[in-house]
């Protein structure tokens, strides 16, 4: 049977098939992709219940129709934990790491040391074949370990999909969707690539890949990353998401992170020391940016950016040292040199924004009744701000860095 592989081209691959012979009632899922079932193959595949329209409310997950499938296998283990882990630990959301789990079940089961069956082409984890395999080969060598190890394995992975596969995925559920199938989908047809067969189950996509998503997602979705960097459980873009962990940290979201970091009422002056903080940016700031004072301007808003993860090459501090560098960066920071809050204006600053001269820096989030966070050395930490001090920003000089998406 001819297979397209993971690099777009087409290779022989030698598989084996298990046929059922089925009276099957066909129907279209939300994806646009044919699922074909009937009575036999709930009651020979372990499936006891089948809603399609269900959503999973309590976390923001959706749980696209037509998913079904035989994952009763598939339970908790130490290595389905660690992936999930290293999954947001780099950065992607409970949703994404489970639909890149979803894909590898189907892909190898979870064995890092999988060769494939007949031709010996795909290995590991996801089946890198081709050249893919050749560098992840090259990787394990340069690192000094074996192929098959799982953490190299998983460093390799977050590699490929930020250096080449991030932007192919963005604009896809993927990327956007709370949707469990939706985003298994997405990454199955960019990162994998697989034949699209049978007919009746393309790529096994209902099979396999969704129900193990939405089981691996049952599972971790509560997990969050290491080192004070937390994860949506829906997505999210800069600037926005829709939940956030008790570190305070949002990956992807300036906006929310800086607020999980931020006293919810302004400080008053004096209040300059760790116990006055809130607990969240003690916690941040010490893993993170362990440098300055608890009330530095800079280093808060460094922090939020770092553990953020949009920017990890935010300088830690020095407001002048950070004006200079969001200066340099135009591949990564539109700079509106006059900002205002005038509607229509092309300079109108927008959520997400920082505020920032020599002297002082804050970040915009448009938040009523306190639209700005910031600290101020020797005087306050982080907490929310009304609009006169944002106002005084605005009147004294500061441009706005906006990160570019």
């Known amino acids: 049977m001819i297979y397209k592989n993971k690099n777009g081209s087409y290779s022989a691959r030698v598989i084996t098939l298990f046929c059922l012979s089925l009276f099957v009632v066909s129907f279209i899922t939300q994806s646009g992709l044919v699922l074909a079932i009937d009575e036999g193959f709930y009651s020979s595949n372990d499936i006891l219940f089948y809603n399609p329209d269900a959503v999973e409310c309590a976390t923001g997950a959706v749980v696209s129709s037509g998913a079904s499938g035989n994952v009763a296998s598939l339970v908790k283990s130490a290595t389905l934990q660690t992936i999930f882990q290293a999954l947001i630990n780099g950065g992607m959301t409970s949703v994404q790491a489970a639909a890149v789990m979803g894909n590898m079940y189907a892909e190898s089961s979870f064995d890092s040391n999988k060769h494939e069956i007949g031709n010996d082409i795909g290995y590991g984890l996801v089946q890198w074949s081709f050249d893919r395999r050749t560098k992840l080969e090259a990787f394990a060598k340069q690192k000094g370990v074996p192929n098959s190890d799982v953490a190299m394995q998983m460093e390799f992975l977050l590699n490929e999909y930020n250096s080449s596969y991030k932007s192919a995925l963005s604009g896809t559920p993927f990327s956007n969707s709370p949707d469990v199938a939706k985003a298994t989908e997405s990454w199955m047809t960019i990162f994998e690539v697989p034949l699209y067969a049978p007919a009746n189950d393309p790529a096994a996509l209902n099979s396999k890949r969704i129900p193990a998503a939405l089981k691996i997602y049952g599972f971790y979705k509560d997990l969050v990353p290491a080192s004070g960097v937390a994860t949506t459980s829906s997505g999210g873009a800069v600037g926005t998401a829709s939940c956030s962990s008790a570190n305070g940290a949002v990956a992807g979201s ?48 460094a922090t939020v950016m770092i553990a953020s993860g949009v920017d990890p090459d935010y300088p830690k501090v020095v407001t002048s040292t950070q004006l200079s560098y969001v200066r340099s960066k135009p591949a990564k920071y539109e700079i509106i040199e006059k900002p205002t809050l005038q509607q229509g204006s092309v300079n109108t600053l927008q959520p997400g924004d920082i505020l ?19 600290a101020s050395l020797n005087d306050r930490v982080p907490s929310v701000r009304p609009m006169g001090g944002l106002a005084w920003m605005l009147t004294g000089g500061a441009i706005a860095a906006r990160i570019i998406k």
């Open 254 to 301: 300036i906006i929310d992170t800086a607020l999980g970091f931020a006293l919810e009422s302004p400080a008053t002056q004096g209040m300059t020391s760790k116990s006055d903080a809130r607990p969240s940016y003690q916690s941040a700031k010490e893993t993170i940016n362990p440098g300055g004072q608890w009330s530095d301007c800079g280093v808060f808003v």
């Open 356 to 374: 920032i001269t020599s002297g002082h820096t804050e970040i915009y989030t448009g938040k009523s009744p306190y639209p700005a966070v910031d």
